[in-house]
């Protein structure tokens, strides 16, 4: 028996776009939202909505990590699909342009969501807070908790549950280091200190654990869970929309359209780019670190595959050890 | 804390084997057997024991799918690791010579595993016994139980249970087609109908499922669990060993000499032969699925890639549909 409240989120374009820098062409990105529209997902992720300045343009950082509602406007419209997912852009603390961002009601993005570090608590609620004044439906995803300083996290979680603009709160597992067990404590403590908010998730699958974390999530109670097709993300990746969909048992899912999308649009970038679980990712992730240096390391074809050296090097036994 | 009970055991020749015909160098068995030694792993299984005949030649099938003796000592003699795990090999129903079985204490093999499918329990408990009589440690390991008609599973785990001369009783999710959920109850049905006997529990990584599903036993118990060096086995392949080791925490185990037989052994392996998950094998999870016509599409270069269309088909969509 599926549980209604569950909604899913589609961050396909924006979380696949960190490693490419957002270069999709417009046939990928329509391609992946009208398989969404089709499959019923509830929400789908088009990119960043950052600030355009002379060091961060259009063409070298592409256009998804600025989102002009133009642009998302002649996606939505290039889909004829009786069902609309809402569609969600991100805002990361400290390089959006507030100013520049219309009403809600002018705008064909329905929800806001801010990224921000712990330390950044405050910018981002404060991001939140104003999207939220503009009629945006708003979330805060807190990045990178499995490396913050517990009091400073609570700190945050409590400040989070006093923000009436919040309408979720993400735990997110940023470096895909959780197992099962983390993401039930760190829930259990998202819903101590901060129990007014209804609660989100968003796994890496560093340790092949996205998918299962994500129903571990599900098991503990939280209704908003992020994926992406064929489970492309920044590193290791992210939980696979197709196996989520296959999971939830909720009739107004179709899982087809997603498989046609990835027999159509993600199978020939598979040549061009790489996401998913190896080794690499898999230290990185066992290790609780960003995945900065195991990205490097696939990215140099003399050590891509030289899982022991960088098992060496990053648990601090080789050369590069410090103190 | 760790479970100081839990044994692991490294299937990598065994289920490896089943995708290359056991064509492995005596350099890679030798190597994975030693990187085991050293990882502190509890049990090595180094293939299967079957019976050679004009038709089954060692040369078209493998040694490692016959098991001599003394190939084996000749493994085990090339190691001078102190630790010393047991030495398993795997019987199928209907293919052993058991007259040519040696006394345990005059064979280098410390365990036997029997695998068989429900229906032929009886024959299975059978090997079981007699091997038991020659001295060797016993598993009774049950195939495909999630294709099984639950009473005759149930009547098949009542027998096990009367049957002292089985030393584990192992859950084996052949088609990985369990979610964590499944495991618990499958779990849960095996402690009622076989109280008396431990528990193994052997994954496939079809839904990228079997590191967290072998979690999962862990969580309800069971205190033996199958792994295999980067994940290598049939189809999607099994638990990944070094994923496995990172998340236990028992200090004998050192994940170290597994990441060094990857970066060695099993990286140059992967231009040859492939293992892991992939669309394909996701799907056929999903469905419940015999892994044969999944792998019959990924050694189909035209089809291997074509995940909606196989969804189609084998989900009784496509022009290939019966009622």
Same mark, same amino acid.
């Given at each position: 028996?599926?549980?209604?409240?569950?909604?899913?989120?589609?961050?396909?374009?924006?979380?696949?776009?960190?490693?490419?820098?957002?270069? #999709?062409?417009?046939?990928?990105?329509?391609?992946?939202?009208? +398989?969404?529209?089709?499959?019923?997902?509830?929400?789908?992720?088009?990119?960043?909505?950052?600030?355009?300045?002379?060091?961060?343009?259009?063409?070298?950082?592409?256009?998804?990590?600025?989102?002009?509602?133009?642009?998302?406007?002649?996606?939505?419209?290039?889909?004829?699909?009786?069902?609309?997912?809402?569609?969600?852009?991100? #805002?990361?603390?400290?390089?959006?342009?507030?100013?520049?961002?219309?009403?809600?009601?002018?705008?064909?993005?329905?929800? !806001?969501?801010?990224?921000?570090?712990?330390?950044?608590?405050?910018?981002?609620?404060?991001?939140?807070?104003?999207?939220?004044?503009?009629?945006?439906?708003?979330?805060?995803?807190?990045? +990178?908790?499995?490396?913050?300083?517990?009091?400073?996290?609570?700190?945050?979680?409590?400040?989070?549950?006093?923000?009436?603009?919040?309408?979720?709160?993400?735990?997110?597992?940023?470096?895909?280091?959780?197992?099962?067990?983390?993401?039930?404590?760190?829930?259990?403590?998202?819903?101590?200190?901060?129990?007014?908010?209804?609660?989100?998730?968003?796994?890496?699958?560093?340790?092949?654990?996205?998918?299962?974390?994500?129903?571990?999530?599900?098991?503990?109670?939280?209704?908003?869970?992020?994926?992406?097709?064929?489970?492309?993300?920044?590193?290791?990746?992210?939980?696979?929309?197709?196996?989520?969909?296959?999971?939830?048992?909720?009739?107004?899912?179709?899982?087809?359209?997603?498989?046609?999308?990835?027999?159509?649009?993600?199978?020939?970038?598979?040549?061009?780019?790489?996401?998913?679980?190896?080794?690499?990712?898999? !230290?990185?992730?066992?290790?609780?670190?960003?995945?900065?240096?195991?990205?490097?390391?696939?990215?140099?074809?003399?050590?891509?595959?030289?899982?022991?050296? #960088? #098992?060496?090097?990053?648990?601090?036994?080789?050369?590069?050890?410090?103190?």
């Amino acid at each position: 028996m599926y549980r209604e409240e569950i909604k899913v989120l589609d961050c396909t374009i924006r979380d696949g776009g960190l490693i490419n820098q957002y270069q #999709f062409t417009d046939d990928f990105v329509k391609g992946c939202y009208r +398989a969404s529209c089709e499959a019923g997902v509830d929400i789908v992720e088009l990119g960043k909505k950052l600030a355009v300045s002379d060091e961060y343009t259009r063409d070298k950082w592409g256009k998804w990590n600025f989102c002009d509602d133009d642009d998302i406007r002649r996606v939505v419209d290039s889909c004829d699909s009786e069902h609309r997912p809402e569609v969600a852009v991100m #805002f990361d603390v400290g390089r959006v342009d507030l100013d520049a961002l219309v009403p809600a009601d002018q705008s064909p993005v329905d929800m !806001i969501r801010t990224a921000c570090y712990v330390a950044d608590i405050d910018k981002g609620i404060d991001l939140v807070r104003r999207t939220k004044d503009l009629g945006y439906g708003t979330t805060i995803n807190i990045m +990178a908790c499995s490396a913050a300083i517990e009091r400073d996290l609570i700190e945050a979680l409590e400040q989070v549950n006093e923000s009436p603009e919040v309408d979720y709160l993400y735990l997110v597992d940023s470096y895909g280091a959780f197992y099962s067990e983390q993401v039930s404590a760190y829930l259990a403590m998202y819903r101590e200190h901060a129990p007014d908010k209804p609660l989100g998730f968003h796994a890496h699958n560093n340790q092949q654990l996205a998918f299962s974390n994500t129903q571990q999530a599900i098991i503990e109670g939280v209704n908003l869970l992020d994926a992406t097709i064929n489970g492309i993300g920044r590193g290791a990746g992210n939980c696979n929309l197709e196996l989520l969909l296959n999971f939830l048992k909720n009739p107004k899912f179709d899982v087809r359209p997603v498989y046609r999308a990835i027999q159509e649009q993600l199978v020939p970038l598979r040549e061009e780019i790489e996401w998913g679980f190896n080794d690499i990712y898999g !230290i990185s992730g066992h290790l609780n670190q960003h995945p900065r240096e195991a990205m490097r390391v696939r990215g140099d074809n003399g050590a891509r595959d030289l899982c022991y050296d #960088f #098992f060496l090097e990053q648990s601090g036994e080789g050369d590069s050890a410090m103190d």
